[in-house]
């Protein structure tokens, strides 16, 4: 009597296969989207945080953070000069993720925002974007951008994200246009695995 072994046809191991394939293709489609999504939200973000302060400015004819008369415009605290800051000169000083509590302009300006309407939350605390990090604005020196020039900043942005932020608000450059992340001058691609500790916008 004839002895047959047990095993999978060519057919089972083909759809077998196959279906592998489906799963390995939806994860990685899945990967692809959430990562379009956290970049969006990112973009998002800046772009909103721009509005609102040009909204601001609109209504109040000052920046926040900036605007030594909050109290009367909204009862939020009112910018006070000192310590290197000075009020009412259309640059956002201090460190864009300086510590809240020491009147710094770039904490203040994000209580203005929210005593005003045009951001949700409370305080003075910076928020953070959709990887995890900080962002904030500053008029101050921030990378290598000189001080004056008010800009966004994200904190701790991975280079496979830079790289796709840059695209779409600059020109995908890390060190030239609105959008850095180097040095004018230095490296021009980003390295997709390195963590960027700051990127910053000129809006």
């Known amino acids: 009597m004839k002895k047959y072994q047990s095993g999978f046809t060519l057919i089972e191991i083909a759809i077998v296969l196959v279906i592998i394939g489906l799963l390995l293709g939806g994860i990685l489609q899945g990967q692809e ?3 379009s999504g956290k970049v969006k939200n990112i973009v998002n973000d800046m772009e909103g945080t721009a509005a609102a302060m040009y909204a601001y400015q609109d209504r109040f004819k000052i920046l ?7 109290n009367a415009h909204h009862g939020g605290v009112n910018c006070a000069n000192g310590a290197g800051q000075v009020c009412a000169d259309g640059i956002i000083a201090g460190n864009w993720n300086a510590a ?21 939350g409370n305080g003075e605390l910076q928020p953070n974007h959709a990887l995890g990090g900080q962002l904030g604005v500053t008029g101050a020196q ?11 900043v994200l904190g701790n942005v991975l280079g496979e994200y830079a790289s796709v932020i840059d695209l779409q608000l600059d020109d995908g450059f890390m060190d030239a246009g609105s959008l850095l992340g180097a040095a004018p001058g230095g490296p021009t691609a980003y390295t997709l695995t390195t963590n960027y500790a700051t990127l910053t916008w000129r809006f």
Not at 64 to 70: H, I, K, L, V
Not at 108 to 117: E, F, P, Q, T
Not at 142 to 152: D, F, H, K, M, Q
């Open 64 to 70: 926040p953070g900036d605007d030594n008369q909050a």
């Open 142 to 152: 921030a990378l290598w951008t000189p001080a004056g020039t008010n800009r966004v």
């Open 100 to 120: 809240i509590g020491a009147g710094a302009e770039s904490t203040l300006l994000w209580a203005h925002l929210r005593s005003a309407g045009f951001v949700k």
């Open 33 to 35: 989207m959430i990562k």
